[in-house]
């Protein structure tokens, strides 16, 4: 038996689950409350300008190979991935610029040079995390890891360092502040405190130097659009601005989706990917363990975002930080010309320039005091510079965010704490209702493309096990 699956929105993780249970016969309809797929991993266009919605980095691309693989698609055929060789930098007020390159000797050289003695405490650290990430990676490809995924391949030796947060694994480097700040700049980021942020973000590093950072070349959007047209030529059915209202069930089991417009379709399971929407949104039961926990989970705002035109010579870095000190949030500029030359014209090219925001704090100030954020940080002149002139083509706040995307809570995701990762991220399986699966960035195994992308694997394999 396989029967009839309806996946909830067309994101990384729902595009993966739907041409995953199609090539294994399941029949698959995708409700997908925009008009196109991908989700935040989707792009835009404004005034003949192409731009990234979400994403602006591939971390993970062995993450990323291994799940097209495990859908029959040979990625490098079908996508052409640029290295980035200066990935980004960090400025802070008063200390110097901290730079990361994909090579690790570049990186080590310049701290020595500003900080003596710093090059080899980076470069120990960085290989004493690589060496830990590369034993624990074969955790990522199994439906949630508990403690006993540790006891294969000598993993259980990493247990203290699992338990630890990303703040004492830092402190131990006994790197200069500012390079610290640097490496856990992806916390700041997200809106977390180091000290709260789990230990495996440290291995960050370890990737951008092993692996390495690419950028497709047509942009991240690139990837789900290939995901779905994959999907789409091997008979997954897909329903656009076709919003899911509700999961409906009976017995503790799911029987149908039905959608905003009222039409009810029939469900032997439903993949979800809208994250913990699914328990405070599209389910009737009022109360479950599910729903209750992601009631209490620390929410991801998705801040304020400008997309510019900009006349400029684009130089790397590609990504550029300003951690301007004590509790003001990090900026960050995204210049995809830097990487993708073509896309320049006449000297004109896409920028993007992003303020995240404390989740309490963006709910607070509404709409208006959100697009008041958007205004400062566009008035300030750090990120200005060798840029000759600029255009806003549209700008993003928590709230317009929200709106276009469907995010539950105007969030984007759980924040990725130590806790939360302890406790385990959201099942695939629930643990609620039969016949419900989880697929996205609120499931393990994390947040970036690849991640989710293995998570629709993964869930649909929970699938095939429980309908067959």
Partial sequence: MTGTTVVIGAGMGGLAAALRLVRAGHRVIVLEARSEPGGLASGCNFEGFAFDAGPYILLDRPGLEWAFKSLGIALTEHLELRAIEHVYSVDSPGQPAVNIYSSDAKTAAELD?????????????????????????????GTAPGPLALLGGGRWRHAGFLLRSLQSVLRESKLPPSVVNALSIWTHVAGQRPEEAPSPLAFVSALVHSVGCFYPKDGIRAIPALLARFAAEAGVEFHFNAKARRIVSAD?????????????????????????????????????RSRTRCEKLPLQSPGVCAYLAVKAKMQPPYLRFLLPGGDARCRLLIRPGVLNPE?????????????????????????AGQLENLEKLLEENWWRGGIEEFRVL?????????????????????????KFMREGRLPHRSPDLRGL??????????????FCAISGILAADCVREDLS
């Fill in 394 to 418: 549209h700008a993003r706040t928590p709230s317009g965010w929200g709106q276009e995307y469907s995010l539950a809570r105007d969030s984007m995701n759980p924040v990725m704490t130590a």
């Fill in 437 to 450: 699966y989880l697929a996205g960035s609120a499931t393990h195994p994390g947040q970036w493309v690849s």
């Fill in 252 to 288: 503790g089991k799911v029987t149908a989706v039905e959608t905003q417009t009222g039409e009810l379709i029939p469900a032997d399971a439903v993949v979800s990917d809208c994250g913990i929407a699914t328990y405070l949104d599209l389910l009737d039961a009022e109360k479950s």
């Fill in 343 to 367: 896309a320049i014209s006449q000297g004109w090219c896409a920028a993007r320039l992003l303020g995240p925001m404390d989740y309490q704090a963006a709910q607070k100030l509404g709409q």
């Fill in 113 to 141: 040079r500003t900080w003596p003695g710093s090059g080899n405490r980076y470069l120990r650290f960085v290989r004493r995390t690589g060496a830990i990430e590369a034993s624990l990676r074969p955790m990522l490809y």
